[in-house]
């Protein structure tokens, strides 16, 4: 994998948790992922990523190389990845044969994005069998044993991923903090950053990400990816009622009583002027408006941070409603592009 040779996007990908809507099931909640990963493939989307979490009510993605399968039988060219598994929860081992399993069964189309995060609370950590004292501490070790499992095997080597080994799974480092900006810089991976709801420290890990940055096997320069929301409809007041969706829903988690993914209501309905304002600061990076203020936002974002890929999330009641949304997304990443080629 090799990064781009300017600082123009022309990848533009999705991340999706499976939201489970009030009055819903994750079973529809997996099927609407499919369903939208299939509009994404005809979109132009690159990848379309699931992220792990558990003992949430409103995510289906837990078992997340399950939910991928699941995607990927669906689908035909898109690349289907973890966006991503949080390491600290499993073996090394047992991550390689997950996505070796579906590397094997849709080559060329699999990545591996690792966070070092539980993605949960300490008691569900437990119930998964890790130990919540030192399974972050030994991440990077952890890192590399996996991407060993991806390598040919060795003459004596005794433990093997299987399917897996020799596969080259492509693996990313995830990250919220300055964390593992350092570290996939270390190791020369593609790197992400979580800034759709952590954005505090975006700018600094890019900069720490491309400054430390040594070429590697995997990579020869970096590969920089942020995720941002997007809520895109006719009328900026439509978007920014489709947004209160996932408002309600990081209320929710705030106050101990994660639940379904609500629907819409007015902006001015939810929660109190503190909490509205602790979760605009955590949505800070949210495109949010109409297709021109959607364009005009992300033409900014790209400017500031350079970034070689953007991935949107945009959890929403309505499919339709999320279906348009990222197709203006898209429309507004290939306006963008074109105007760059232009120049």
């Known amino acids: 994998m090799n990064s781009l040779t300017e ?25 609407r992922s499919r369903a939208l990963a299939q509009h994404a493939e005809q979109a132009g989307y690159t990848r379309f990523w699931m992220a792990e979490h558990h003992n949430m009510p409103g995510i ?14 669906g689908t035909k060219r898109i690349r289907i990845g973890a966006g991503g598994v949080m390491l600290p929860n499993h073996a090394p081992l047992t991550i390689a044969e997950q996505f070796g399993t579906l590397a094997a069964l849709y080559p060329d189309r699999v990545d591996l994005g690792l966070g070092r995060a539980p993605g949960t609370d300490g008691a569900t950590m437990q119930a998964l069998r ?9 991440f990077p070790d952890d890192v590399q044993e996996l991407l060993h499992y991806f390598e040919p095997v060795q003459p004596g080597q005794t433990v093997q991923a299987v399917p897996g080994a020799g596969l080259k799974v492509p693996v990313w480092l995830l990250g919220s903090s300055l964390y593992s900006a350092q570290l996939a810089a270390a190791l020369g991976l593609p790197f992400a950053f979580a800034s759709h709801f952590a954005p505090d420290h975006l700018d600094q890990a890019l900069a720490i990400y491309r400054e430390r940055f040594k070429p590697s096997q995997y990579l020869d320069a970096p590969y920089a990816m942020a995720a941002v929301n997007v809520f895109s409809a006719d009328t900026e007041h439509q978007a920014r009622v489709l947004k209160t969706s996932v408002e309600q829903q990081f209320m929710a988690l705030r106050r101990g009583t994660p639940g379904p993914l609500k629907p819409p209501v007015e902006p001015d309905q939810v929660g109190s002027p503190i909490e509205r304002a602790q979760v605009d600061h955590a949505l800070a990076e949210s495109a949010v408006g109409t297709p021109g203020q959607v364009e005009a936002w992300l033409r900014r974002f790209i400017d500031r941070t350079e970034v070689d890929e953007i991935i949107f999330t945009g959890q929403m009641f309505d499919d339709k409603a999320r279906f348009k949304s990222f197709d203006i997304a898209a429309d507004a990443m290939r306006a963008i592009a074109a105007s760059q080629v232009a120049v």
Do not use: C, K
Not at 7 to 31: C, F, K, M
Not at 60 to 73: D, I, M, P, Q, W
Not at 130 to 138: E, I
């Open 7 to 31: 600082t123009t996007v022309t990848a533009y990908s999705i991340l999706d948790l499976s939201p489970v809507n009030q009055g819903s099931t994750a079973r529809e909640a997996l099927h």
């Open 130 to 138: 890790r130990n919540p004292m030192n399974a972050a501490d030994t």
């Open 60 to 73: 289906a993605s837990a078992a997340t190389a399950v939910a991928l399968g699941f995607v990927a039988e």
